[in-house]
């Protein structure tokens, strides 16, 4: 079960740098709103962390919080997206 874990935070990180950087045209759109798409997708990341990696929970939250920063910087520099 560990494995799917970790394969699965893995998985979301990279599906958070993709949404993040593609044309807002080309997002999918769902019915939900934009904050709750959000905080689902960086929540269900955070939990297949903590469940992948099982110890060093701290360093974990931090890394994560350090990732979303960065994504919201890279997008200041592609045409057509920013920072939300």
Do not use: C, N
């Given at each position: 079960?560990?494995?799917?874990?970790?394969v699965?935070?893995?998985?979301?990180l990279l599906?958070?740098v993709?949404?993040s950087?593609?044309?807002?045209?080309?997002?999918?759109?769902?019915?939900?709103?934009?904050?709750a798409?959000?905080?689902?997708?960086?929540?269900?990341?955070?939990?297949a962390?903590?469940l992948g990696?099982?110890?060093?929970?701290?360093?974990?939250?931090?890394g994560?919080?350090?990732?979303?920063?960065?994504?919201?910087?890279?997008?200041?520099g592609?045409p057509?997206?920013?920072?939300?």
């Amino acid at each position: 079960m560990k494995r799917l874990f970790l394969v699965a935070s893995w998985f979301l990180l990279l599906t958070i740098v993709v949404l993040s950087i593609v044309p807002p045209q080309d997002r999918p759109v769902t019915p939900a709103p934009h904050e709750a798409e959000h905080f689902g997708i960086f929540l269900l990341t955070g939990l297949a962390f903590g469940l992948g990696y099982e110890s060093r929970h701290a360093a974990q939250a931090l890394g994560l919080v350090l990732f979303a920063a960065a994504i919201e910087l890279v997008q200041l520099g592609i045409p057509g997206r920013m920072p939300d």
